[in-house]
Nanobody, 122 residues
Framework: VQLQASGGGLVEAGGSLRISCAAS????????MGWFRQASGKEREFVAA????????YYADSMKGRFTISRDNAKNTVYLQMNSLKPEDTAVYYC????????????????WGKGTLVTVSS
């Protein structure tokens, strides 16, 4: 599975942005998908994950109520809708695929895409 994130950019605090991750390969629907982010000087952290079917989602506590992860298996794409953005959301956002059951640990992900930079101005 090859992954390519896109849609990052500059947004003002309180604004919204939707980023996407396009996957290649016919087995996309077999993988759980996750979004992670890494701010400058910090470790990569879990943001959100969605099951292979799209029916189950998980969020980091600080993203609950603001971010929504979804997927369209027909388009081999996973999305992250980000609302009420804060300057501390500024980071490079990465999508990743996991064939197992650990969706939260960056070290457990099977495939990674190149990140997309999201910058939130105050």
């Amino acid at each position: 599975v090859q992954l390519q994130a896109s849609g990052g950019g500059l947004v003002e605090a309180g604004g919204s942005l939707r980023i996407s991750c396009a996957a290649s390969g016919r087995t996309f629907s077999s993988y759980a998908m996750g979004w992670f982010r890494q701010a400058s000087g910090k470790e990569r952290e879990f943001v959100a994950a969605v099951s292979w079917s799209g029916t189950t989602t998980y969020y980091a506590d600080s993203m609950k109520g603001r971010f929504t992860i979804s997927r369209d298996n027909a388009k081999n794409t996973v999305y992250l809708q980000m609302n009420s953005l804060k300057p501390e959301d500024t980071a490079v956002y990465y999508c990743a695929a996991n064939y197992g059951s650990n969706w939260f640990d960056p070290g457990a992900m099977d495939y990674w895409g190149k990140g997309t930079l999201v910058t939130v101005s105050s």
